[in-house]
């Protein structure tokens, strides 16, 4: 069973700081990582995709990839208490279209 | 403006039953996905399909089957419902086109098993 792993948190993090969702996962062949964000009751929605080694920015989002170490994050920078939600980390299974999800992250951003 | 649906929203039913869970898109996406999500497991892929008439099995696809006679839609068929089927199902699609592909979700069946 090919894994994603995410600490399940709760990640806590003030108004206005960095937030920071990590990601590890263990099929070598996967090429293609997604985050998606899930508010409670809600489906998940794509925040973030990288393809390639390095950081991606995308407003107050970057996401890294590090393919050697098997490892992709997210940054939140100046958080707002509207990404409070859980994040969910995504990788392409078997070098196809479907994805393994991790278990998500829940992100909560106190005023 | 192109979407993707689930019906119904809600379901309750009893153990035993043949259930099926509806997925329409407007998209004209090749690719069509069912996950279910559950407290501790997070997403996991049930079956999927990548064009009329591919179907293939996902992590989790005991007691559940899909057929796919056109484009648009994947339904999902519970043969005969268990409690350990409750969940939220979400169903997902693609264009086909590459693996960087956005999947889009439904908004998501709550199918409870008493």
């Known amino acids: 069973q090919k894994e994603v792993e995410q600490n399940s948190g709760p990640l806590s993090v003030p108004e206005g700081a960095i937030a920071s969702l990590n990601c590890t996962y263990s099929?070598?062949?996967?090429?293609?990582f997604f985050w998606y964000r899930q508010y409670s009751g809600k489906s998940p929605e794509l925040i973030m995709s990288?393809?390639?080694?390095g950081d991606k920015e995308d407003g107050r989002f970057t996401a890294q990839l590090n393919k050697a170490s098997q490892y992709v994050s997210l940054l939140i920078r100046d958080s707002q208490p509207s990404d409070s939600a859980t994040y969910l980390c995504?990788?392409?299974?078997?070098?196809?279209?479907?994805?393994?999800f991790g278990k998500g992250t829940s992100l909560l951003v106190t005023p | 403006d192109a979407e993707i649906t689930q019906s119904p929203r809600h379901k309750i039913t009893e153990t035993g039953r043949q259930v099926t869970l509806a997925c329409h898109q407007t998209?004209?996406?090749?690719?069509m996905f069912w996950y279910r999500q559950d407290l501790g497991h997070g997403l996991r892929l049930i079956h999927y399909?990548?064009?009329?008439?591919?179907?293939n099995k996902g992590e989790v696809s005991d007691g559940y089957s899909v057929s796919r006679s056109n484009t648009e839609d994947l339904p999902l068929t519970l043969e005969s419902a268990a409690s350990s089927q409750t969940s939220v199902y979400f169903c997902?699609?693609?264009?086909?086109?590459?693996?960087?592909?956005?999947?889009?979700f439904g908004p998501g069946t709550r199918l409870t098993v008493l």
């Open positions: 997902a699609s693609s264009t086909g086109h590459s693996s960087t592909d956005t999947q889009y």
């Open positions: 099929d070598r062949g996967s090429q293609s």
């Open positions: 990288i393809y390639s080694n």
């Open positions: 995504a990788v392409n299974r078997d070098s196809g279209y479907a994805l393994n």
């Open positions: 998209w004209n996406h090749n690719n």
């Open positions: 399909s990548y064009g009329v008439q591919d179907t």
